[in-house]
């Protein structure tokens, strides 16, 4: 210590929550902690309070709850646990009473919320069904461990265990799972380790969320054509989810739906609309910076109101709504039997963004989507782009400039802008269009037709020009689909695609260079280049799905088949056709590789 260390004050230093309200305070002296120190939780109760040394805890520390009951209290010597410790449940009762030396447990007991005395599964020894401690059938509480680091290499927090109240070495009493915060989030009865019932999945409230006498685990149930068995009979009940859901099905039929966060608020609620299952609402919970945060603020972003799904903003401003039904039914409450839906996007200041009319499909899904009205917008408010009617063109779009000059023309004699022409030109009205001279004859009718006039655009040659098929793979592609249950199903899937490739070749560095590229053919692998071959329509129809699913990849190849770039197109289309034939035609569910 030197001289001028003993006429240093200690100083108190403070941190302060977002909402202004105490998080901490320390003293200091000589910049490291030497005093007392005390936390809060952001409600203003006592979080911690603790005893520092020249930088190092020495002392007692003690925590609380965010309601104020006391939930650990240990002794340190020069930053390590000595001496006792004890921690206790919310209800006051003790909960862990143990010996401690340099930060090493010297003894334990621990105890369930009523006092029964508690040992971990680690030291639990199964002989047969029957689980043994200290060479006796266990009678007890047992604690399990899902979040051990040798199952998941996740960090270990004893207060999500589960236990199990246990009699002779048998489950039989309760299963109970719990908070971070230690209150009881599940419930389940067992009888001489037999499977009773679900008999509660709690909020962080207490208030039991099951709201059906009986409630079984989806694995119990058997999925015949779209109705769910539990033995012989429809099922009628409760079914909850590993994934923090519950759903409710009467005579086999799932009738509602809710999802929950991992602290046990509502996360989306779904019912029957129209025969389909409709969420109704959804939450998201994100950072001060909007990225998903467990721990984070609870935001309403989508909702179902009128036949509609609603998204929002975190701001709270409207983001898109759209039609749910989309397809053709005989429903009453079908917005009057209407041919379309409609799709609407919002920028953040409330202005539309985009509008979009489609036609309805058929029941199947088939036939439809076609867009017969649509309107793109500045944010400013100005329209930006829109379908328009004409009595020769099938598809006719015009663009504005922000000052409302137009910006661009776009016809096309099928639904498709791409397969047509499209004329542009700069805010004074100049034609600023890029052609080609060989397609100047080709437009002459249509400029007619338009009143454009004679082409003052940009005229350029046709460069040399070659078309070439390639063999491209996705290597480790997947797709990401939902299951019935609420779970992430992953389906491997490595993509393999003939492309019709346009190569132009530039005369500066001699050198062809890709132009446009179109898919001829594609199929998945259910392996890594073998396997069965399947499509899209394949997962479509074996999961009954209803949206295309989601895919990725993360690794890229060409030419598998063979391909040599002395080839010739017809020589390229047969190496595929016969590389493809290999791998038969995938024809069961089963065939797939799936992961959850």
Known sequence: MGIFDLFDKPKVEKEFYENGKLKNEA????????????GYHENGNLHYECEWINGEQDGEITSYDEDGNKKKQSFLKKGFYDGPQKEWWPNGKLRAERIMKNNEIISEETYSQNGTVVVFEDKIEDIGIVSHYNGKPFTGVMFVDPYAPAKNFAVKYWWVNEQYEMVDGLKDGLKSE????????????FSKDEFINIIGYFDPQGNNLIETERCLTYDMLEEKN???FHGDKPYNGSIIYSGGSISVFADGIKVSSKHYFLDGTIKTISEIVDNDLVELKGWIKVDEEGNYDENGKKILVREYKDGRKLEYYETGNIKSESDVVRRKTDSVSDSDSKNTFVEIKYF?????????VKTKYDADGNNGGVTVEYKLYYESGGLRREKVEDGKFITKYIGYHEDKTIQSISVSNTQYEHEGHTFA????????TIRYEEQLSEEESIRKYLNLGKFKGVLKSKPKEREILTHEIMTKGGFMIESDEGKTIDIFGQRHTLVTEIQIWNEESEEWEEGDREE???????????????????????????EWPEWDYNGFSNDWCGIEDDDDNETRQKKWDDYKSKFPKLTSKEQFDVTS
Do not use: A, W
């Open 348 to 356: 953040e200041n409330g202005n539309i963004q985009r509008k979009e």
């Open 226 to 228: 779209d109705i769910y």
């Open 425 to 432: 030109f700069d805010e004074k009205g100049n034609e600023i």
């Open 27 to 38: 003293t200091y002296k000589s910049g490291k902690k030497n005093g007392p120190e005390k």
């Open 178 to 189: 719990f908070y971070e915060n230690g209150k009881i989030k599940m419930q389940t009865k």
């Open 520 to 546: 001829s053919d594609d199929f998945y692998l259910t392996e890594y280049e073998k396997g069965y071959r399947f499509s899209e329509d394949d997962i479509m129809n074996h999961f009954n799905l209803d």
